[in-house]
């Protein structure tokens, strides 16, 4: 399997991971892959390019079967509005094809969120940098290698 630039940067940091293709399907989301791999929509996290006010991006990690309250979102990260980036304008900030959209080896650093309820997971499914490819990991290494602000932020999917 071809590397990403994911896991290029996964293999630098040391993390051990697991790779797990799938069959993409366009706008199928996590319910597919989580199916797919036969684990539980709430072990696989999406990885959301959103926006500031001031059109500042940032990554918030959540779980599959969870939607993020940009209110409450905004509130914990002291800014004003937080609203998702269009798909071409994620695309930039990243390298990724939305889709396939990976927290780790982006083009640009932003800050990231992680929803906070996501590290008592056992393990954890994430993008790995293109559409149809997750990389299953601890959550632990997310905090180590990103070191994501954990915030409260979940609404029922």
Do not use: W
Not at 90 to 98: E, G, I, L
Not at 99 to 106: H, I, K, M
Not at 133 to 145: D, Q, S, Y
Request: proline letters at 6%.
């Amino acid at each position: 399997m071809a590397d990403t630039p994911a896991t290029v940067y996964l293999k630098a940091q040391q993390v051990v991971f697991t790779e797990h293709e799938y069959e993409y399907v366009e706008r199928g989301g996590t319910g597919v892959s989580a199916e797919s791999l036969g684990v539980p929509e709430h072990a696989v996290v999406k990885t959301l390019v959103m926006q500031d006010e001031a059109a500042k991006p940032l990554i918030v990690l959540m779980h599959g079967d969870r939607k993020v309250s940009t209110k409450n979102l905004a509130r914990q990260a002291g800014r004003k509005r937080i609203e998702p980036c269009k798909p071409e304008v994620a695309q930039r900030h990243t390298a990724y094809q939305v889709g396939g959209t990976s927290p780790f080896g982006t083009k640009k650093r932003m800050p990231i969120y992680m929803e906070r309820s996501i590290i008592e997971l056992p393990k954890i499914y994430i993008n790995g940098g293109r559409r149809g490819f997750l990389v299953g990991l601890a959550p632990g290494e997310i905090v180590r290698t990103l070191v994501p602000v954990l915030v409260t932020v979940a609404l029922d999917g």
